[in-house]
């Protein structure tokens, strides 16, 4: 665990020192892709690491917004007009469609268990009315062939 977000603040650091190195050099949010998609994964996992009570993680994810503001500022002042708020759009983006991913995984994994559920269910049935028509049926012919004495 502690393996985990070592190596989440390690590449939010390796992430935020090559946004910084690129911000006053592009013109879109685009080609810094592969860079600003670690910060915000290492973010995320830092943040719900540090939520869940971890001392290291909470002081890790301060440092990390106070080189946010430092990255805005390079955005703002450095890149074409518009990078901050594209790269806004950009992490509320991602956000999204990972929410949408893990909503998605989610309902699979309730399906899946609601047919598991649904088929030893139906089994259970089928075997219990196999048994009840069984046991009528020996019961039917036990009759009849007692039926004469």
Not at 1 to 28: L, T
Not at 111 to 137: F, H, N, S
Request: aromatic share 8%.
């Amino acid at each position: 665990m502690i393996f985990e977000a070592i190596a989440a603040i390690k590449i939010a650091n390796e992430a935020i020192g090559a946004i910084k190195e690129f911000a006053g050099h592009v013109s879109s949010v685009g080609e810094m892709g592969p860079q600003l998609t670690k910060l915000a994964d290492a973010k995320e996992e830092i943040e719900r690491k540090a939520k869940h009570g971890d001392m290291e993680c909470f002081f890790e994810l301060e440092k990390i917004r106070q080189k946010e503001a430092e990255i805005k500022q390079m955005f703002i002042y450095s890149g074409r007009a518009g990078l901050w708020d594209d790269y806004c759009k950009f992490i509320a983006n991602r956000k999204q469609m990972k929410e949408n991913e893990r909503k998605r995984a989610e309902a699979k994994r309730l399906a899946k268990k609601k047919a598991i559920k649904d088929a030893l269910t139906y089994g259970a049935v089928g075997i219990a009315v196999l048994g009840i028509v069984g046991g009528a049926v020996a019961l039917l012919l036990f009759i009849i062939s007692n039926r004469g004495r």
